[in-house]
């Protein structure tokens, strides 16, 4: 044990014996470990933004719809509707990890100026005032102008930037909004603009409207049904697990419905977040083994410069093995400095950028959100696992070069 301890000081010294080569390599590391912090960081800052606005901006945590949704070929089949009732939403909300339940349509038609003279298409949303917001609450960030109606059963609209520029529309202005019914006749009603919006989305409609839920059940004849019912859950990450869960609960209670994560149903941006990951992935990769490389010729360079040495050592009585734990020490001692620099530096950045916030703005939009990059202490934990592990799988090939020399050999070496 004492010897042990005598090689790991001498490695320990030995690092400062050629200063610029050390330094060259644990710079290396310190590059590494500091980059795939910082871009990591960014990363999950980026993601965290583009999950904010899906989640609690568009979409919801979890989504719920009828059994045969997945199946059918119609864009939005109103047929497909399920009845919310006390009973539905007291089984839901039973569930620890959901907060909150809120009810919605998904519908289309006309919308066209009371003269009729201007006249499109439109996408439409009907939800539940009273508890749209504490599901999706970033909505109300997304409206520019005016607010969301007060009252469920409000003869009243939200409508895109775009629907009221196409329309020549404001505030306060009248509009006649046109829909087929679940039954299949069509149904016309008057609304008045009360709030204008922007989703921050770019996969996002430009020509949809957010209509009261029971005015549209009205104008849809569909009474106490909906088309979708979307769920806020403590913990965004456990999405999947909590999805699945519901899905046995509501199954098992005779509902046939298919329950969703976000995942599965915006799955561009899900796509769009694990290409970005599996490119991360490979960039800290190649890294690796460019940090990896500059070890190994350290390492190598150390054994050829004290070949001599290291023939006087086993000369003297020191095993092989502990000849191998001196190299090993020693690339050890070189990692752990840079790694220690190098999280500095990660950290540093990242806390900065936090701090300040990116403004990023989405493509195809007008709208920015503020990107704020967070690592977490598990990633950063890893990242200096790997690199200390790494320095060790650099330094195995020159250590056991070293153990194998024949000490009379290698006193004689010049």
Same mark, same amino acid.
């Given at each position: ?284 990769? +190649?890294?690796? =083994? @460019?940090?990896? #490389? $500059? ?6 360079? /150390?054994?050829?410069?004290? !070949? ?40 540093? +950045?990242?806390? =900065? @950028?936090?701090? #300040? $916030? ?6 195809? /939009?007008?709208?920015?959100? !503020? ?44």
């Amino acid at each position: 044990m004492r010897q042990t301890q005598k090689l790991f000081k001498v490695a320990f010294r030995n690092v400062s014996r050629n200063v610029k080569r050390t330094m060259l390599t644990a710079l290396a590391v310190f590059i590494g470990i500091g980059v795939v912090i910082s871009v990591r960081g960014l990363l999950n800052g980026l993601q965290g933004g583009i999950k904010d606005q899906v989640t609690k901006g568009a979409l919801g945590d979890i989504q719920v719809h009828h059994a045969d949704f997945e199946t059918t070929t119609e864009m939005m089949p109103l047929d497909l509707n399920m009845k919310l009732d006390a009973k539905l939403v007291k089984l839901i909300k039973s569930h620890p990890e959901v907060r909150e339940v809120t009810g919605r349509i998904v519908f289309g038609g006309v919308i066209s100026d009371t003269s009729r003279e201007k006249t499109t298409p439109y996408f439409g949303v009907a939800v539940d005032v009273d508890t749209v917001f504490k599901v999706i609450p970033l909505l109300k960030d997304n409206i520019t102008k005016g607010a969301m109606p007060k009252k469920n059963d409000a003869l009243e609209i939200v409508i895109t930037e775009q629907l009221a520029r196409t329309l020549n529309l404001k505030i306060g202005d009248d509009v006649a909004i046109q829909a087929r019914t679940e039954p299949g006749s069509v149904n016309a009603f008057d609304f008045k603009i009360v709030g204008i919006f922007e989703l921050k989305l770019a996969t996002a409609s430009k020509r949809m409207i957010y209509m009261p839920l029971h005015t549209a059940q009205k104008l849809l004849d569909m009474p106490q049904k909906v088309t979708e019912i979307v769920l806020d859950i403590k913990k965004l990450e456990h999405s999947r697990i909590v999805a699945a869960s519901l899905q046995k609960t509501l199954t098992a209670a005779g509902y046939k419905v298919k329950v969703d994560p976000w995942e599965e149903v915006a799955t561009l941006y899900s796509s769009i977040m694990g290409l970005q990951n599996m490119i991360f992935g490979i960039v800290s990769g +190649v890294l690796f =083994i @460019l940090v990896l #490389t $500059g070890v190994i010729n350290t390492m190598l360079m /150390t054994v050829y410069e004290r !070949v001599r040495e290291i023939g006087t050592m086993m000369a003297m009585g020191v095993k092989r093995g502990k000849v191998v734990l001196m190299f090993l020490f020693e690339s050890l001692s070189i990692a752990a400095i840079g790694s220690l620099f190098g999280l500095i530096l990660g950290i540093t +950045v990242v806390e =900065i @950028l936090h701090q #300040t $916030g990116i403004h990023f703005q989405f493509p195809g /939009t007008q709208s920015v959100i !503020v990107v704020r990059p967070q690592v977490t202490a598990v990633f950063i934990i890893l990242s200096v696992v790997v690199a200390m592990l790494g320095a060790l799988l650099a330094a195995t090939y020159p250590a056991y070069r070293a153990s194998q020399l024949r000490p009379a050999e290698a006193i004689r070496s010049s």
